[in-house]
């Protein structure tokens, strides 16, 4: 980093609270549609929610609005309590 650079950069907040007021996170369901439009149209559904689970599940502890993402993933990987969509004509 340049010395200019440091004039103007933020020291990053150590604390989680501090952190979710300055930039909290996006509405879960926002993220899952950005995620779903995203995921290319050969590409299929229910792999690509996997490999995002495994990332979401990768992450030591998980902030509330996380886990409901992860339970739209699971939705669509068709692993968990709620039923697998028909799938579209």
């Given at each position: 980093?340049?010395?200019?650079?440091?004039?103007?950069?933020?020291?990053?907040?150590?604390?989680?609270?501090?952190?979710a007021k300055i930039?909290?996170?996006?509405?879960?369901?926002?993220?899952?549609?950005?995620?779903?439009?995203?995921?290319?149209?050969?590409?299929?559904l229910e792999d690509?929610?996997?490999?995002?689970?495994?990332?979401?599940?990768?992450?030591?502890t998980l902030h509330?609005?996380?886990?409901?993402?992860?339970?739209?993933?699971?939705?669509?990987?068709?692993?968990?309590?709620?039923?697998?969509?028909?799938?579209?004509?």
């Open positions: 980093m340049k010395k200019d650079d440091a004039a103007v950069a933020l020291p990053r907040p150590r604390d989680r609270q501090a952190a930039s909290p996170l996006p509405p879960p369901e926002e993220v899952f549609v950005d995620w779903l439009m995203s995921v290319p149209p050969d590409a299929c690509e929610a996997r490999r995002q689970i495994e990332l979401i599940d990768s992450r030591p509330p609005d996380v886990r409901c993402l992860r339970a739209l993933l699971v939705a669509v990987a068709g692993k968990g309590s709620w039923p697998k969509p028909a799938a579209s004509l």
